[in-house]
Nanobody, 121 residues
C-alpha cells in the first residue's frame, strides 16, 4: 500500500537540466532514508543518490557527482533530484525508493513506477 510516484522526466538536451520529483504516501516518509535508482535501456539497476531522513547526509554515485543534487521536503512528503549538465549516459528510467537498514546493510524496500529520462546527443 506504500505509494511512490515519480514525475518530471522527459527529453533533455545534452548539458541541460531536469528536476525529478517523487511523491510519497501511505507511509511515514519523514522517517525513511530515500534513494534514486536508475535503469538504462538494456542495463541493470544503478544506484544514483541517497538522502537521509532529515537531509543531513547526502551521497551520490561517482558518475553523477557534481551534476545531480538530491533533496527532500518532508512536510510535503516529496523527494527531489535536480539533474544538471545532463549526459547521454544519464538516459534511463529513474525510480525513487525508500530504504531500510538491516543486518546486510541498506536495502530498497519500496519502489515507485519510475519516470523516463532521455538525453539527446
Amino acid at each position: 500500500q506504500v505509494q511512490l510516484v515519480e514525475s518530471g522526466g522527459g527529453l533533455a538536451q545534452f548539458g541541460g537540466s531536469l528536476r525529478l520529483s517523487c511523491a510519497a504516501s501511505k507511509f511515514t516518509f519523514s522517517t525513511y532514508r530515500m534513494s534514486w535508482v536508475r535503469q538504462a535501456p538494456g542495463k541493470g539497476l544503478e544506484w544514483v543518490s541517497s538522502i537521509s531522513s532529515g537531509s543531513g547526509s547526502l551521497s551520490y554515485a561517482d558518475p553523477v557527482k557534481g551534476r545531480f543534487t538530491v533533496s527532500r521536503d518532508n512536510a510535503r512528503n516529496t523527494l527531489y533530484l535536480q539533474m544538471d549538465n545532463l549526459k547521454t549516459e544519464d538516459t534511463a528510467v529513474y525510480y525513487c525508493c525508500a530504504m531500510v537498514w538491516r543486518a546486510v546493510g541498506w536495502e530498497w524496500d519500496y519502489w515507485g513506477q519510475g519516470t523516463q529520462v532521455a538525453v539527446s546527443s
